[in-house]
């Protein structure tokens, strides 16, 4: 758990660097200007500074420096540069001249001048940090004095917004920075709320909480839908830090329940992963409803403790007590499942809140097991994303790195200036799980170039050099530039594989449009005859033919080559017998010549279209292969044309009968209004589960079927009494024009989204990969006592909605009575009154 608390320590400070986002200056230390003017004169717009005017010499203004110079780092992160100006004796100006001003910080956004802090409230670094953030958060944090003033906010927020409401016994302490700093943070989020008046605190408490401590409440608010009811509040009942913030705000942005169907040991959810335990309430189907309530009711008495989650014994089998009706599962490693058969929810929150009997509960089954806790990664969570579950099941598996180059801020220029003509950066995150896996990929990489002329591959991690990735303009993770002397950076966008990566980084090697002087030349580079670097590579050759005529669309394909080099082969010629060259392939300059196979096979183009994007899309839409096998990293090209597929399916490679037959189709289509193409389910075993969305079952093999994904999402089967021939398909293609064909099938309309959501990066700070440094500082605080809100528990997002008092009552019984799921009551206790009056 300590390692656990340090990755997550390290994986905040990092956020809370990157959210600002604001470009950082190399140094955070205090910077000095020489005179009011020049500070002025360098203030750039929307950009706030925090200066201190003060002459030369000032003994007075020594421990206020001290401070100040303390927290010009911190502020940095926040974009705010800290500025010691210095008032030479002449000056009588208003920031100089007064006896007053000198004592006073003055916090400007580019000219305007904010506010001004009297030098004695800004006592340290907390009191500093503090007072900024929430000068410069001061539309965004809302600061009240009465109840009223907050149930005003509360009523606006209802069904819209959850609010955060935060009390600090005074200002500038280190609570008041933590509040602040996680509204700098979660400001866009959730509304933030602060208060100093220890009379509203008790206001909105049922007990007498401690005004000495700092307090915050979690308020409930964006899933009531009735003005009169009020926002269920979750009190933080840990001490007010910044870790601890974002912890709770974390908990209550997971659902309140998850209802899972799968094996526990596999579960992983946001509890587990935060150091909290996960409760299961073991359901059948014919108690769902009952053990549902009973869940929900659980949850809210342990959120913030601990996640609660329904598993259908249905859908499930577990080789447990048919009686058991609860599990718990902690987040220590190697730790089994607990099965209980307990009497009613007064038990299993006994279990949560009462360390002592989950410890013996541990205990016990730790001696019956001794011999299976000592295999490693016996019980190991499965992550959610597939990547970072790799990266983490490999985690000691040490990769070959002696081959790259490491860079760092004193090395990276001069490296650059100084070693092979072509250097390659990786430019990646050691906390984060797709750098990882893309580092297992360029280490592969490393060793297929070793030896290769020319090249040079390094890389730098902006875990540890942040201000060298800033200044580079590296905004995500990972990823790969070439540098070449005397020309722009190229960065790479092809998919993470070994084999791309080392096609991107050889064709980048050479110029592109690589200019060819005579028509020996040109002919010989269609034949397949290129310079040593690209010889070891398989990709179609394009040379554009120019005439002195055809000036722009030379220019335009000399920058569509920029736009595209590392991705394709292309040559340019331009000499004056390039009319000559042009017309033994049929077409006149400006033209393209495509040679798909070393010159056997060469296609003239005529270049109709002389903007560079316009280009740059045509190219690509010649470089595809006319019959393609569609694999999954080339499937995305051929989507993005927006045409329907004639796709066969095949058991492994198809008949030579079947694909001349095929390659006949795909030459002939008119103006190439659909794509041609085949999948081979042995090299693509994805086509599977294509095929059994199309049917209910995989039908004879080869099948070759019509699928337009982009208007209707039908599904056409070509006769499978057929044979496979251009004639048969053309007649075929004919009648579903005319409207003769019934579909197979039609796919829904719905948006085909990711399996997974994409990267939220304020959410993922989970401690997935445990490759991180301690970050020093931050030690527990003496816990606060009860809630003052008192409530124990509430719910935030879509996924939580808080059951009625009437509904519950309707429905019978109240909601966490006891535990029905797979085995009854063992034992009756009449606490209706109390239930009901917790709900």
Known sequence: MPAQKD??????????????????????????EQSPQHYFSGLEAGKPSLAFFTPTVSPSAQPFLEHIESSAEALQDYGVSVVKVNCPKEDVSRYCGKENALRKAFLFRGNRLIREFPTDALFDVNSIVANVLFALLFNEVKYVETLADLENIENVLKGKSNMVFAYVPATGTAEHRAVMEAAFVYGTIHQFVLTTEAALLKATSHDDPDVSSAWLLFCHCQQVTEPAQACRRTALAQPLTLLNIHRHLKLMAAPLVTEVAEDPEKISTVHLQLGLPLVFILSQKETYEADRRTAEFVAWQLLGKAGVALLSRDLVELNVLQRSNVALKTPDEGMPIQYLVLEDTDEVITLVEDKNKVKQIQEDEQEEEEDEDEKENNNQDIQDDQVVEAVSRDKKRELPLEQILVLTEENFHSSLSEAARTVVVLFYASWEAVSLAVLRSYSEVAAHLQGTPGVLLSRV??????????????????????????????????????????????????????KLA????????????????????????????????????????????????????????????????????????????????????????????????DMVQMIRYQLLDIFPEITVPNLPQYLQLGKPFLILFSAGDISQVESKEMLK??????????????????????????????????????????????????????????????????????KLQAGLEIPSSTLSEGDWKPPLPAYDFLQMMEPSVPELSPHPGDTPAQHPPKNPGGDTAGGDSATREEPSQESTAEEGGAPGRGLRGTAPRL???DKQGKRHSEL
């Not at 320590?9 to 955070?28: E, R, T, Y």
């Not at 002397?485 to 991107?504: D, R």
């Not at 599977?688 to 080869?702: D, E, H, K, V």
């Open 461 to 514: 991690n902006c875990w540890d050099w942040t201000g060298l990735c800033s200044q580079e303009n590296v905004t995500q993770f990972p990823t790969i530039r070439i540098y070449q002397e005397g020309q722009q950076s190229v960065t790479y966008g092809g998919m993470w594989g070994t084999e791309e990566l080392s096609s991107f980084i050889l064709l980048s090697q050479v110029s592109c449009p690589l």
């Open 7 to 32: 990755r997550w320590v390290s994986s905040l400070v990092f956020l809370l660097s990157c959210a600002s986002s604001i470009p950082q200056c190399g140094s955070a230390s205090l910077q000095q």
């Open 518 to 613: 005579t028509m020996d030349e040109a002919e010989g580079y269609l034949r397949g005859e290129f310079p040593s670097e690209l010889s070891s590579l398989h990709h179609p050759s394009l040379l554009g033919v120019f005439s002195s005529a055809t000036s722009e669309a030379r220019e335009a394909f000399e920058e569509a080559g920029n736009i595209l080099s590392g991705q394709v082969r292309m040559g340019m010629y331009f000499e004056d017998d390039a009319l000559a060259l042009s017309q033994k392939y049929s077409v006149s300059p400006p033209a393209l010549l495509l040679a798909r196979s070393s010159g056997r096979s060469v296609e003239g183009i005529a270049l109709s279209e002389h903007s560079v994007q």
């Open 665 to 734: 189709l795909a030459k002939r289509r008119p103006q190439k209004t659909f794509v041609v193409c085949w999948l081979n389910l042995k090299k693509t075993p994805v086509g599977y589960g294509i095929l059994r969305t199309y049917f209910s079952t995989i039908p004879p093999l080869p099948l070759l079927l019509w699928v337009n994904l982009h208007a209707g999402g039908q599904v056409f089967k070509f006769p499978s009494e057929q044979s496979i021939t251009e004639m048969n398909i053309l007649s075929w293609l004919e």
């Open 827 to 829: 034992a009756a206790r």
